[in-house]
């Protein structure tokens, strides 16, 4: 499971290019710093591989297994 802090994300898309399954995308939501937030459009494909936490530079991800 893919947890994403909207207050964080800048939508530099980084972790939507590296993610191995295609799970993640830029949302249409806006955070308060104007930025389109990431986020996970099919959790069923996520494998945690926490690749996507890896690669996030501004630390807004968190990965964990249910």
């Known amino acids: ?12 898309g980084i972790c ?8 993640l995308e830029i949302t249409k939501t806006i955070n308060a710093k104007g930025h ?3 986020g996970i459009a ?3 494909d996520c ?4 690749i996507c936490y890896t690669v996030c530079p501004d630390a807004a991800i968190t990965v964990y297994k249910e």
């Open 47 to 50: 494998i945690s591989c926490g």
């Open 1 to 12: 499971m893919v947890k994403f802090d909207d207050i964080r994300c800048k939508s530099c």
């Open 16 to 23: 939507v290019h590296f993610c191995p399954k295609k799970c």
């Open 36 to 38: 389109r937030v990431a």
């Open 42 to 44: 099919r959790p069923e």
